[in-house]
């Protein structure tokens, strides 16, 4: 499927992901929430790095790029995480 289609097809993949965050936080609680949250948003962002920014067609050199623009990313969050989890408030 090319054109059209197949984005509507994302479309249609990234609303049905948005209905389950929906029922994931009114069904579950908690770290189960958390979780199953986090999890869909990263499955949504994938489609959307594939398929909208042309991840998927684009060479070999790009998607290392891009793949080291979110490990830093992930390293940003992880390092301002331990931060604010070591730093004392009283």
Do not use: C, N, P, Q
Not at 17 to 38: E, I, K, Q
Not at 67 to 75: Q, S
């Amino acid at each position: 499927m090319t054109g059209i289609g197949r984005l509507i097809l994302i479309w249609a993949a990234l609303l049905v992901l948005l209905a389950a965050t929906v029922a994931a936080s009114a069904v579950l609680h908690g770290a189960a929430s958390l979780t199953a949250s986090l999890l869909i948003a990263a499955i949504k962002a994938g489609l959307i790095f594939w398929f909208f920014m042309h991840l998927g067609e684009e060479a070999g050199l790009v998607r290392v790029m891009a793949l080291g623009a979110i490990a830093w990313l992930g390293i940003l969050f992880a390092l301002s995480g331990a931060d604010y989890a070591t730093r004392g408030w009283w």
